[in-house]
């Protein structure tokens, strides 16, 4: 008998309109950009939107770190399985937002503000490189107050699985708290993702509150650096980083799970009930196959999700999640191959195991 998964996943994060360009380092240089990073937009950063679109070929794409994970474990999931919370504004760039959530079967549960605009995304392409200037707008604006009224609040209890970036600590720690306590009361999944290095940084104390609560912890190496430092680990190893995140104190019983990726290198695994890390390899994209990176953590995450909350094992959603990742490397921007997705596991997918 199929299980039944309508509502079963839940995720917060910021609706965000991509503008995307392929650029030069002068630029990057110019706004003071690296080239593989994730800021939020201040003062200075504020013409650089506009500059993309009148100096350069600029496209509009769908955006937000959990939305675009969300679309894409909804296309390999029954449809109706997960939902969408952010905020938007009452515009144009919110219609597209939906569209495109639209396409791949996503509800979204949208806070609309009456006068901010939708939120944007400065994603400026130097080679494999990508690096993000976002602009929150109405984004920021997201209140617990829309979560907690009675007819969006269901979902939560409907659903079994819930996913929140680091980036909606700067924009509703309220809501956070409130879905991580309800999912451990209920013997629920909570997971989170770093995001970015400046999560860990600046949000330190919101970060340590949030982590008892956590049964999968997901990032890349360059966050798990970051948390590293924030948590005074005294490593840069990232399976030490792994086990040592893995072991800090939970709120109850369940092993927790911390997950970092590191491109196209290994992806690094490790369990709060086992000594061993485990180190999967990852199947390299051929160069020219290459479009940008943008969206492939995005994408291993929806797709090691859709496997977990199928009860697959931990291998299986690991490959799933390499796959869809490489599928998303492939395209420009965070889009996913358009016709059927289909995650077919390779049945020989290990990875080296190491004691740490």
Known sequence: MAQDLRGALVGFCNPLLDISAVVDDK?????????????????????????????????FLPGGSAQNTLRGAQLLLPEGSAVFFGAVGKDENAKRLKGAADEA??????????????????????GHNRSMVANLSAAEKYDFSHVNAPENWK???TARFYYITGFFFAVSPDTIEAVAKHAHENNKTFTMNLSAPFVAEF?????????PYINIL???????????????????????????VADKPRAGSRPRLVIFTQGASS???????????????????????????????????????????QNKPIDTCVEAGHWLGGQVVRQIGPNYPEGELKFVPSGTF???VERV
């Open 267 to 309: 992806t690094v695994v490790a369990s709060s009930d086992s000594d061993e890390v485990r180190v999967y390899g990852v199947k390299p994209v051929p160069h020219e196959e290459i479009g940008d990176t943008n969206g492939a953590g995005d994408a291993f995450v929806a797709g090691f999700l859709a496997e977990y909350m």
């Open 203 to 211: 949000f330190t104390a919101q970060v340590e509150k949030a982590l």
């Open 27 to 59: 630029l990057l240089s110019e706004y003071g950009l690296k080239a593989n990073d994730a800021i939020m937009a201040d003062e200075k950063h504020l013409p650089l939107f506009q500059t993309l679109i009148d100096k350069y070929d600029a496209k």
């Open 218 to 244: 997901f990032g890349n190496e360059t966050e798990a650096e970051a948390l590293s430092k924030a948590l005074k680990l005294d490593t840069s190893d990232i399976k030490q980083i792994a086990k040592r």
């Open 105 to 126: 079967k996503l509800r979204t549960n949208y806070m609309v503000h009456p006068e901010k605009p939708t939120g944007t995304c400065a994603l400026l392409i130097t």
């Open 350 to 352: 290990t990875p080296a």
């Open 155 to 157: 979902d939560i209890e």
